[in-house]
């Protein structure tokens, strides 16, 4: 790995105030860059002042969406120190969906090391205040201008960090979820498991229309026969029925949360099995009509966990423990979110310490 160049920014931003952080929307004083060219592969990282990038019109991220990403975050702990939680597991997914999108692999140490020597940088970026982190935004684009339709031969990689506040900032609260029957989000032998743009971009219209009709998020099904349970739109999902607790496989169109593979860890260390199967949305609601639905909860890395208080699909509306947090739902909760702010012990050696 080459040296990291660093370019201090000459003015620093004020910070927010972390009571008031909406997501996204704020950005910390630099970023990282890396390039790629066939000659040279990964070359030239560098730490920069935070700004717009240049790009040439022509550049074939634009044209033909090669674009992939990830998303983590840093906490803030007591004693001051600044935790990462399983970086690895996003290196590792990186290559996956760069493998999918014809990108050319990263040096997975390396990326942990980047990820590290940006907030090494903008330390002070990560907020203290209960509930709060620093979400991490690595992204890779193709950049080579050309118009031709093939892999790119040219990419830059990028980091981006963003203060983010509570995310339940009245405690955590079920939500309403519409079970989408009309678009689909992926197919088999697609992208559904790799993070990359083009999955977002076609999953917009069903939830800008499950916003409408009053739902937060949308429950998407197979997009083969409309019928097994794959994910919601930025979370996986968990069922608990007659005792049993399951979650869709990982089937090649959904998307490997590093979450979800948290859950099922800290689930079989408790002594929960947990069952990785097809679930088909009538074996949801045959146990929801009779009462054996007791909990349902997405997972992810912005929320969590997201328990869900009803679910509707076609003219069925399911109602899951009285619309209330359920028991497994608060206990993921609150050891995953003790774990990641350094209050509990770290006892699956999850946390990364930043320097
Ligand atoms: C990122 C993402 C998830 C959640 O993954 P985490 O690693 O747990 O944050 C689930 N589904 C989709 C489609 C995603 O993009």
């Known amino acids: 790995m080459n040296e990291i160049r660093i370019e201090k920014s000459a003015s620093l931003k004020p910070k927010p105030d972390a009571s008031q952080l909406e997501f ?70 990186l290559n996956v969906s760069n493998e999918r999108l014809s990108i050319p692999e990263m040096d997975e140490a390396a990326f942990v090391e980047y990820v590290k020597a940006l907030i090494a940088i903008d330390r002070d970026w990560v907020p203290s205040l209960e509930g709060t982190s620093l979400y991490i935004r690595p992204f890779i684009i ?18 981006i960090m963003s203060p983010v506040g509570a995310y339940y900032k009245e405690g955590i609260h079920p939500v309403k979820i519409n079970v989408e029957n009309k678009y689909v989000r992926a197919v088999r032998g697609g992208t559904g498991f790799a993070k990359t743009a083009g999955n977002y971009a076609s999953s917009i219209k069903a939830q800008e229309e499950a916003k409408h009709d009053g739902f937060s998020q ?34 090649g169109s959904i998307l490997a949360g590093v979450t979800r593979d948290s859950v099922i860890g800290l689930l079989k260390s408790w002594g929960y099995p947990v069952t990785e199967r097809k679930i088909s949305i009538e074996e949801i609601r045959r146990a929801s009509e009779e009462g054996k639905l007791e909990e349902a909860f997405g997972t992810g890395t912005a929320a969590v966990i997201s328990p869900v208080g009803q679910l509707h699909w076609e003219e069925h509306t399911m109602t899951i423990n009285g619309g209330e947090t359920g028991e497994i739902a608060r206990r993921l909760y609150d050891t995953i979110t003790g774990i990641q702010s350094g209050k509990l012990a770290d006892s699956q050696g999850w946390n990364v310490v930043v320097e």
């Not at 193709?142 to 980091?159: D, H, S």
């Not at 019928?227 to 869709?248: C, D, L, Q, R, W």
Request: one cysteine or more.
């Open 218 to 251: 949308v429950l998407w099904l197979d997009g083969k026969e409309h019928a097994y349970i794959e994910e919601v739109g930025s979370m996986n999902i968990f069922f608990k029925i007659g005792g049993e607790i399951v979650t869709p496989e990982l089937n």
């Open 24 to 93: 996204g929307k704020l950005f910390t004083d630099h970023m990282f860059l890396l390039d790629y060219s066939e000659e040279l592969g990964w070359h030239d990282p560098r730490i920069v002042p935070y700004g717009p990038l240049t790009l040439d019109p022509a550049s074939m991220i634009l044209h033909y969406g090669q674009a992939v990403f990830e998303g983590l975050k840093a906490f803030r702990t007591s004693d001051n120190r600044i935790l990462l939680f399983r970086p690895n597991k996003n290196a590792e997914r």
């Open 142 to 159: 193709a950049t080579e201008p050309c118009l031709g339709v093939r892999a790119a031969k040219q990419y830059l990689f990028a980091i």
